[in-house]
């Protein structure tokens, strides 16, 4: 399985991942090595198999409706790198979203 | 604006509806869902996402989302399975929401909605549970964007509709028609202006006659009723303008602005197309038995299209007044308060959606926050019942009701409204009024007989609206005629 | 007085109950071997020198007789396990400055049971790798050989004591990040069924793959140690809510019989002629004791180590985006925009081998490719659950080798998938999410290796049981 720069430059934008253009083709390498290892999957058939997506089926863990206002926000915020008057700060986004 | 011939376009409007489930704690953590607390008093350690938290669900957003599934006669899935919906953003605190994808937990229903006479059934597509996310606010700071995670964790139950709409007339009473179902169940208090209720409109344009859909466009950020409307009308206009120019509709998302009345198009979201979805691997798929779900089914309130009938046939008033009446959970426990307590409902019913309702609109309020209590407008009802107190008299009072802290008999004795029963007084009255109108009353005995209604008003006045308007006509038939 | 540091766990509770030594003095020689042998070894990322005065408190709870089960004894927890008002980096750059604000539950069980934290053990970062030599801290070394690897991610936690720095510590197991280092250390580690112990407060890695568990000298300890970390926790959706046994009882007793299942392609196929001559010796060994052995199939297995480098870094690549410099961890200075902010904090804080597998997360689950990969991992899983599943019919435990091969040395594994196949055998457990320990068997060049049990669901007591039979026949448990 081949992954082009073009690829790689999708999956580190999804990822919010920067990667540096001189390790490019290391990393392209590394990445091919273990895909081509996965695809090793593709050796038995499993049509006729369901996927499993836990381990364990029958832990029904459920909470009762019932809330909890001990909530710390200094404690929280202590070690945060960037707040002011209880709220976290970004980098100023343009676009208006809710 | 355009001047070409906009009949031979329909409209195709899907909408997908948030709404706030009204729990006390949020679906996937225990901190509380109150509204306009500070900012990040109700983000707990799981709402913030640290590191090694955990997702625990909150068994009554099952049991709420269950109950919608119900009322709009939908399958239920027997399982409850999760997803994790990948992108990044502030105010999505884990860089995912906790969403559902294959398994919604209600699939297929309907909703009846009334429009111009006519019943039509517009179809669910879905409904399912999912997480809220924070607020990010943009205009606190010049430099920086503040994040305010209080709201992140709250419940969801997104509703999504068939494309069945044809006009922002239906998408108006499919949306009221949501918000009626959510609040008679109690599962959300459907509130657009704090948010409990979001809608996002999907619009798209075709001539008729088509089978294919046209581009739709995505229209958020509507949060209110009226601004449905709107924002859907401007840009069905919008769109029939473009295409009649040559041009093509881009399958985009774009903002609604209330002030100028106009859709933009969102600049291109720090959001990801590609969600990869896939299943939430910290919860365990949940089993929903069909003991569960019946029992839920036997439980429901009693839903606004049955109450509505029944007002019908329990209280004498018409189906017009019903549905008004039944507008709101609230509106309708207000009314059926008042109806069991009094001799005419009728009445009741009149009061409510007349001069009642003015009050509310007049000072931008809802039922819930009447000044005039159940209380008051049972006497005040009463009194109109007995005729102890006439029509423009009970007007008065129930503005003064508003207004003051008094109780109605207070209120009708300060402004004299006591009926004046005692027929001497009236005969007194009549007499000086006679006195002082000699004309009309010449050009009465002469044969003008309309002048009795003259002599009625001018008693009506001098008794300040309280005389007893039976009283009045008899005295004043004899008094006349002598 | 004999060297209070070599005791074994059950030792130390005897010793201490019976006054032949304090808490303190416990303490104060393990804090001050751990200083000495921390410049060579690296297997602590922080110390904590105010366990002294911990210990002190336990030695006045046990002279009242008010002690808890581990009261006083001290050990090391690995530095994923959040401590509140502590430390945890999880090795990693982007947690160098994280306080927790809140405690594991794996810690606070402990804690009630009065054990006292002597430190926050190294490991790979982010729980990624086989070796130990991927954490922002620097490698760990062997105690055997400070030219070879522990083994990874629980690296610190293995090799301190296996350096004799504490009697038993925590580790987490994901892919075989306890019994590997295990194995390569010349102790006992154990990974219970999951659910068993909490992930709260557990920073994720895999979440379907995760499990907190125990590094200690012999099985017995390890028992002791498994059952007081083990147990249902409201605030984990994917704890077992049963009853935990007493392992120590179950581990000690006379009672078990046992058929052990050899799965007969995966030890024909043993590359390297000395492990597997090691396996089958272990096995006689097991006969010797009374054990049925019986030759299985176990198929399928092949396809664990492909599927679940498609699962975990699936799974990992959405739980690290969290990590984003707004609340918490590592933050790239002067952001110019959101993208910057993010792109840049990650890529800083992140190392090789975590964004590697964070990258291929990504991909494998992105538009096109979620059912070529995602969706046919999880069948893979599904039928490796099965092949176990038939197994457990004729078989009450599986054996077979822990690693393919002994400890390598330090750098000399550069190839991405090199790495991955240190964990063939470890895997196939974390994938169907049953219990699996591994237990010295000998050494090869004078290098441990480790021979692996793995149980049935919820059957811990079994392969420890297993476990302690083959410990009272061999010493090679006692050769650290």
């Given at each position: 399985m081949k992954i082009s720069e073009e690829t790689l430059n999708n999956i580190s934008a999804l990822s919010k991942i920067k990667i540096d253009d001189d390790i490019k083709p290391k990393l392209i390498e590394d990445l091919e090595a273990i895909m081509a290892m996965v695809d090793e999957m593709n050796k038995i058939d499993t049509d006729k198999v369901e996927p499993m997506s836990h381990p364990i089926g029958d832990a029904q863990n459920l909470r009762e409706d019932i809330s909890d206002k001990n909530i710390d926000r200094d404690a929280f915020q202590k070690h945060a790198p960037k707040t002011d008057d209880g709220f976290y700060l970004t980098p100023k986004v343009i676009e208006q979203n809710d | 604006m355009s001047e070409v011939d906009n009949s031979s376009w329909e409209t195709v409007i899907g909408l997908e509806i948030h709404v706030q489930l009204a729990t006390e704690s949020k679906i996937f953590s225990n901190a509380p869902t109150t509204f306009g607390q500070p900012q990040n008093t109700q983000a707990s350690l799981v709402d913030l996402g640290l590191p090694g938290v955990l997702p625990v669900l909150n068994k009554k957003t099952i049991e709420m989302a269950i109950k919608f599934g119900c009322a709009i006669d939908a399958n239920i899935s027997s399982r409850a399975i999760f997803a994790r919906k990948n992108y990044f953003y502030p105010d999505l605190p884990k860089g995912y929401q906790i969403s559902q994808l294959d398994d919604p937990i209600v699939g297929e229903g309907e909703i009846e909605i009334e429009i111009d006479n006519r019943k039509k059934l517009i179809g669910v597509t879905r409904a399912h549970l999912e997480e809220d996310a924070g607020k990010s606010l943009h205009d606190k700071y010049d430099d920086f964007s503040a994040i305010d995670l209080n709201r992140a964790g709250t419940p969801l139950l997104e509703i999504v509709s068939e494309p069945d709409l044809r006009s922002a007339k239906e998408s108006v009473a499919y949306l009221k028609k949501v918000h009626s179902l959510i609040t008679f169940l109690e599962i959300s208090d459907g509130d657009m202006s704090q948010g409990s209720m979001r809608c996002d409109a999907n619009v798209s344009i075709r001539k008729f006659g088509e089978s294919e859909y046209g581009n739709r466009t995505e229209i958020k950020n509507i949060n209110s009723f009226k601004f449905v409307e709107k924002a859907i009308n401007h840009e069905i206009q919008r769109q029939i303008d473009v295409v009649e120019n040559g041009g093509r509709i881009e399958q985009e998302t774009r903002l609604y602005d209330s002030s100028k009345n106009e859709t933009r198009p969102m600049r291109s979201k720090e959001h990801a197309n590609d969600y990869r979805y896939f299943p939430e691997p910290d919860l365990i798929p949940l089993n929903i038995s069909k003991e569960q779900i019946l029992e839920i089914r036997n439980n429901l309130p009693e839903l606004p299209e049955e109450k509505k009938l029944r007002f019908v046939s329990d209280y004498g008033i018409s189906e017009y007044e019903s549905q008004n009446l039944n507008s709101s959970k609230e509106l309708s426990m207000f009314f059926e308060n008042i109806a069991k307590k009094v001799r005419y409902p009728k009445n009741a019913a009149k009061w409510i959606l007349g001069d009642l309702t003015a009050l509310l609109n007049k000072h931008n309020t809802e039922i819930k926050n009447s000044k005039i209590s159940y209380g008051n407008m049972i006497n005040l009802l009463n009194k109109i019942d007995d005729e102890s107190l006439s029509g423009p008299g009970a007007k008065k009072v129930i503005e003064l009701l508003w207004e003051s802290e008094s109780s109605v008999d207070e209120i009708i004795h300060a402004e004299g409204l006591d009926h004046v029963q005692d027929e001497g007084d009236i005969e007194r009255m009549i007499d000086t009024i006679i006195l002082e109108n000699p004309k009309q009353y010449e050009q009465f005995k002469k044969g003008k007989d309309k002048l009795f209604g003259f002599f009625v008003g001018q008693v009506m006045k001098a008794s300040k609206g309280s005389a007893n308007p039976k009283t009045v006509n008899e005295v004043l038939k004899k008094k006349l005629s002598q | 007085m004999t060297n209070l540091t070599s005791l074994s766990l059950l030792e130390q509770i005897d010793g201490l109950k019976n006054k032949k030594f304090s808490s303190e003095e416990l303490t104060s020689d393990y804090l001050k071997k751990i200083h000495k042998k921390n410049k060579d070894l690296n297997c602590f990322i922080s110390i904590d020198d105010s366990a002294i005065e911990k210990a002190k408190e336990c030695d006045e709870r046990i002279s009242k007789n008010k002690g808890n089960i581990l009261e006083g004894i001290p050990i090391?927890?690995?530095?994923?396990f959040c401590i509140k008002d502590q430390r945890t980096t999880c090795g990693s750059k982007m947690l160098d400055n994280f306080i927790s604000p809140y405690s594991s539950t794996v810690y606070e069980k402990l804690s009630n049971a009065g054990v006292i934290t002597l430190g926050k053990t190294n490991m790979d970062e982010f729980a990624m790798g086989s070796s130990n030599e991927t954490s922002f801290y620097g490698n760990v070394k062997n105690p055997i050989d400070l030219e070879r690897v522990p083994g990874g991610s629980s690296g610190g936690s293995a090799a301190a004591v296996s350096a004799n720095l504490c009697s038993f510590s925590t580790g987490t197991d994901t892919g075989g990040s306890i019994r590997q280092p295990a194995a390569f250390c010349g102790i006992t580690g154990i990974k219970p069924t999951y659910g068993r112990v909490s992930r709260w407060g557990m920073i994720a890695f895999a979440s379907s793959l995760d499990q907190g568990g125990i590094f200690a000298k012999n099985a017995l300890d390890a028992s002791l140690a498994l059952e007081n970390i083990s147990g249902f926790d409201p605030k984990d959706s994917t704890s077992i809510n049963k009853k935990v046994p007493s392992l120590l009882k179950e581990a000690s007793s006379k009672d078990m019989d046992h058929i052990v299942g050899i799965p007969k392609s995966i030890i024909t196929n043993i590359k390297d002629a000395k492990v597997k001559n090691n396996f089958e010796e272990s096995i006689k060994i097991l006969e010797n004791s009374g054990i049925k052995i019986k030759e299985i199939e176990l198929p399928n297995l092949e396809y664990a180590l492909p599927a679940y480098y498609v699962i975990a870094p699936a799974e990992c690549s959405a739980n690290l985006s969290r990590y984003d410099g707004v609340r918490?961890?590592?933050?790239?200075?002067?952001?110019?925009?959101?993208?910057?902010?993010?792109?840049?904090?990650?890529?800083?804080?992140?190392?090789?081998?975590?964004?590697?597998?964070?990258?291929?997360?990504?991909?494998?689950?992105?538009?096109?490719?979620?059912?070529?990969?995602?969706?046919?991992?999880?069948?893979?899983?599904?039928l490796i659950k099965e092949s176990f599943s038939n197994a457990f019919k004729e078989v009450s435990s599986i054996a077979m080798p822990t690693c393919a091969n002994v400890s390598f040395k330090l750098n000399s594994i550069q190839s991405p998938v090199e790495m991955?196949?240190?964990?063939?055998?470890?895997?196939?457990?974390?994938?169907?999410?049953?219990?699996?320990?591994?237990?010295?068997?000998?050494?090869?060049?004078n290098l441990p290796l480790g021979i692996q049990f793995i149980g049935d669901y919820l059957k811990e007591g079994i392969i420890l049981n297993i476990a302690n039979k083959f410990q009272e026949q061999t010493d090679f448990h006692k050769q650290i």
């Open positions: - | - | 090391a927890h690995k530095d994923i918490f961890g590592h933050r790239c200075e002067d952001p110019v925009d959101l993208n910057d902010l993010y792109s840049r904090s990650r890529a800083e804080g992140f190392g090789d081998e975590v964004k590697k597998r964070i990258l291929i997360g990504t991909y494998c689950l992105s538009a096109g490719y979620y059912d070529a990969y995602y969706i046919k991992a999880q069948k893979i899983r599904n991955y196949e240190q964990d063939i055998y470890t895997i196939p457990a974390n994938l169907a999410g049953l219990p699996a320990m591994s237990v010295p068997s000998g050494k090869i060049n």
